[in-house]
């Protein structure tokens, strides 16, 4: 139980486009999802806390307008970064926290994301 | 504000060897702690916590770890351990349910 899966797994996109993330809890309601960056070798730094059917609250630093995040129903939060860099290349998490035990959050696989 | 401290950025250790990874919390309220543990390329998986009850926690892989209070202390401990354990391993607490801090990560690396 407590599945989570993220889509795609790989992404590689030119300078200036828009690159949309989904994250899905497959066997549970979550109503928090959370958004993760990873850079080689280093920890997760959280982005965003998102609340089904609110609007995702953002870490200092994190720019709103860049990485917007969608939290439309208890299973699925998206994550787009708009008018990518090469500087937004990195290693996305997720991870969605449920209706019940809420206090424990299970992670997606990540998401690779390459901007050239 | 809540923190944590792995202490050991790298342990190397035999296979079927045994080996504690270390991890220190800061907070003044009561916390929750996990230990989650992450393959190359994937993202994180539970290997076990602590909310409440008996301060040793057992959890997957033949991984168990100890909560310490006055230490503030909840390391992590295998008593043999296999090739495939090599990973990098993160502690986190959180206040409450949801919000997760994080260790800088230890990466335990088995040799044969």
């Known amino acids: 139980g407590a599945v989570v899966s993220q889509h795609p797994s790989w992404v590689i996109c030119k300078s200036g486009t828009s690159v949309k993330i989904e994250c899905r809890s497959l066997d549970f309601q979550a109503t928090t999802m959370f958004w993760y960056r990873q850079f080689p070798k280093q920890s997760l730094m959280l982005m965003a806390t998102?609340?089904?059917?609110?609007?995702?609250?953002?870490e200092q630093g994190v720019e709103k307008d860049k990485f917007l995040i969608n939290h439309a129903s208890l299973t699925l939060s998206t994550l787009t970064v708009t008018s990518a860099h090469p500087e937004d290349s990195s290693f996305y998490i997720c991870s969605a926290a449920g209706t019940s035990g809420g206090e424990t959050q299970y992670f997606g696989p990540g998401t690779r994301l390459l901007v050239l | 504000a809540q923190s944590v401290t792995q202490l050991d950025s790298q342990v190397p250790v035999f296979e079927e060897a045994p080996v504690e990874l270390r991890c220190n919390y800061s907070s003044s309220v009561s916390v929750y702690l996990f230990w989650y543990v992450q393959y190359p390329n994937q993202g994180l998986q539970l290997l076990l916590k602590y909310l409440s009850g008996s301060t040793l926690v057992k959890g997957i892989n033949g991984f168990e770890a100890e909560f310490n209070k006055s230490q503030t202390s909840f390391h992590l401990r295998k008593p043999s351990v296999h090739i495939s354990d090599t990973a990098e391993y993160f502690c986190a607490v959180s206040v409450g349910a949801r919000q997760l801090t994080f260790g800088s990560g230890t990466q335990l690396t088995v040799l044969p």
């Open positions: 998102s609340n089904e059917g609110s609007k995702a609250t953002y």
